[in-house]
């Protein structure tokens, strides 16, 4: 089974620049999830997906970052324009979540991608 | 508002059982997850705790006690490949991981 693809793996922009990173979930994962990491620190999520809804947005910098996920598969996240702070690593990850009668259920098990190092100039 | 605390690093010998603790604030929360991380890695699901009590996985185990806002990860026999960064997460409909632990194992 095809893990979490992530593309591209590394990207270095010049400050005021677009950036674009693409995520492709586990096929038949209905959750999907953009962190950022920066380093020495645990992953921040940015933003939620259920199918094609973003449940939980609030910590995704609304003035410069966007993110979609049409057809509720893949996803994009995008800055522009980027930062220097920006520099991280963009982390993608999916999960299959039964939700009944409203709410998170499941293990939390995500399985993550192998990121998007990001480096802003 | 809500935080996790772990200790920033954790140095053991090969063969010894190494204990991290998490700490959080938070509440009504689903759940308690562990992650590894290996250098340059993406993080890796080791376990999840709905209930107060020990949940076993092999060389691994995590504990959870809603009441003391506690939880820990137990890792037994330790070997080289254990040198990593160990991350709680809480679960509550959001999610956030702890800054992590680095566990040196050394020979």
């Known amino acids: 089974e095809a893990g979490v693809v992530q593309s591209p793996r590394y990207k270095i922009i010049e400050k005021k620049q677009p950036v674009a990173f693409w995520c492709n979930p586990i096929?038949?994962?209905?959750?999907l999830y953009w962190y950022r990491q920066n380093l020495g620190q645990g992953p921040e999520l940015l933003i939620r997906y259920e199918n094609e809804e973003a449940v939980d947005d609030s910590q995704l910098p609304k003035d410069r970052f966007s993110a979609e996920r049409l057809k509720g598969v893949d996803s994009t996240l995008k800055i522009q324009p980027a930062e220097l702070g920006d520099s991280a690593v963009y982390l993608c990850a999916s999960s299959l979540v039964r939700g009944i009668w409203g709410g998170y259920r499941g293990n939390n098990e995500q399985f993550f991608g192998p990121g998007t190092r990001l480096t802003v100039l | 508002g809500q935080s996790l605390e772990q200790p920033s690093e954790v140095t053991a010998v090969e063969g010894a059982i190494v204990q991290i603790n998490c700490t959080y604030q938070t509440s009504g929360f689903y759940g308690l997850s562990w992650y590894q991380q290996h250098d340059g890695g993406a993080p890796t699901f080791l376990s999840y705790?709905?209930?107060?009590g020990l949940e076993e996985t092999g060389r691994f185990s995590s504990f959870l006690s809603r009441s003391d806002s506690y939880g820990y990860l137990l890792l037994q026999e330790l070997q080289m490949k254990d040198s990593a960064s160990y991350f709680c997460a809480v679960n509550f409909n959001k999610f956030y991981f702890g800054s992590g632990t680095k566990l040196n194992v050394k020979p």
């Open positions: 096929s038949g994962h209905n959750t």
């Open positions: 705790n709905a209930l107060d």
